[in-house]
T-cell receptor
Framework: GESVGLHLPTLSVQEGDNSIINCAYS??????FIWYKQESGKGPQFIID?????DKRQGQRVTVLLNKTVKHLSLQIAATQPGDSAVYFC??????????FGAGTRLFVKA | GAVVSQHPSRVICKSGTSVKIECRSL??????MFWYRQFPKQSLMLMAT?????????EQGVEKDKFLINHASLTLSTLTVTSAHPEDSSFYIC????????????FGPGTRLLVL
């Protein structure tokens, strides 16, 4: 079936370094993608989104890149901070209300 | 803006009892709300889509008679886990969309259910 998956389940980075979290999706009909951050015991928090008519979108310290050719999505976090430690999920939407979540990547930021 | 709350945040119940979880959109009206379940170290799994004034749409494999959903108003959806069993222990998260278009979901803080 259709799925959204991640290349790396765990990522450990040094404080101040840049982080890159990757995600692969399999549904070519998906046209809206979202990155969420989830801290332990809390609900997911919206980080940034991108529509399929774009290949890059920047926010504050975060950038999402979309490569539709290879169905790949990435989240870049600049100058990673301890507060960025969390699980990050990519999610895709195929045009309806249903959003499919990827498996998640846990980001550890070492001080 | 776009705040979603859940109540209770944590609940412990005995096997066989029913538990109701509330999801509220505090500063917007939500025609559509979603209920997810998340087991430890796993992703969010959509259980059902809740539309105000109509029956919920359940995902395959989710028992509608066990997980009763009521979307009584534009700001409130409830999930009732009936005759709960230990395997129902999980983190239940709701989300809401402000408006009728396809927009970003805003998530509640989640409810931790432990069934003894």
């Amino acid at each position: 079936g259709e799925s959204v998956g991640l290349h790396l389940p765990t990522l450990s980075v040094q404080e101040g370094d840049n982080s890159i979290i990757n995600c692969a999706y399999s549904n070519s009909a998906s046209d809206y993608f979202i990155w969420y951050k989830q801290e332990s015991g809390k609900g997911p928090q919206f980080i940034i989104d991108i529509r399929s008519n774009m290949d890059k979108r920047q926010g504050q310290r975060v950038t999402v890149l979309l490569n539709k050719t290879v169905k790949h999505l990435s989240l870049q976090i600049a100058a990673t901070q301890p507060g960025d430690s969390a699980v990050y999920f990519c999610a895709e939407n195929t045009g309806g209300f249903k959003t499919i979540f990827g498996a998640g990547t846990r980001l550890f930021v070492k001080a | 803006g776009a705040v979603v709350s859940q109540h209770p945040s944590r609940v412990i119940c005995k096997s066989g009892t029913s538990v109701k979880i509330e999801c509220r959109s505090l500063d917007f009206q939500a025609t559509t709300m979603f209920w997810y379940r998340q087991f430890p170290k796993q992703s969010l799994m959509l259980m059902a889509t809740s539309n105000e004034g109509s029956k919920a749409t359940y995902e395959q494999g989710v028992e509608k008679d066990k997980f009763l959903i009521n979307h009584a108003s534009l700001t409130l959806s409830t999930l009732t886990v009936t005759s709960a069993h230990p395997e129902d222990s999980s983190f239940y998260i709701c989300s809401a969309i402000p408006g009728t278009g396809r927009e970003t979901q805003y998530f509640g803080p989640g409810t931790r259910l432990l069934v003894l």
